[in-house]
């Protein structure tokens, strides 16, 4: 289980989760970014990008913002996303989880980041944002 305080960014922009039919192409729109996220599974092609990339009329939930774990986590490391969702769950903070090989990422909704960086950060966890992002 995880033992130790963990190091988050808080990434540029607003994200969106998207929802196409499971035999969908993925379209170009969604390799457009520094952070985006596909997954296709037996029912359906879910993509997360940057909000202003999704064209009208697609299946979506806007309004997301995205914290990164920093650092790279080994796939033997227990508990970190389990830590930082019951923080947020604690606080009623919904999240949406994405994980890749090096690392873990957290979107939360854009009206309960500041909260979330707050309840993170009293919980132990570092939480830096760049300059210009709020």
């Not at 457009?32 to 979506?60: A, K």
Request: aromatic share 8%; glycine share 8%; proline share 3%.
């Amino acid at each position: 289980m995880l033992d130790h305080h963990l190091t988050l960014l808080v990434l540029a922009g607003t994200f969106a989760i998207c929802r196409l039919d499971k035999n969908s192409p993925v379209p170009e729109w969604a390799f457009v970014g520094d952070f985006y996220s596909m997954t296709r599974t037996f029912d359906e092609l879910s993509i997360v990008c940057p909000q202003v990339n999704v064209p009208v009329g697609m299946t979506c939930d806007k309004g997301w913002r995205c914290l990164k774990v920093e650092g790279v986590l080994g796939l033997s490391l227990t508990g970190v996303i389990a830590s930082l969702a019951t923080t947020l769950a604690d606080a009623s903070i919904s999240l949406f989880g994405v994980s890749t090989y090096d690392t873990d990422y957290l979107l939360v909704r854009e009206k309960d980041l500041k909260r979330a960086v707050l309840v993170l950060s009293q919980a132990g966890h570092e939480v830096h944002q760049k300059n210009g992002v709020s």
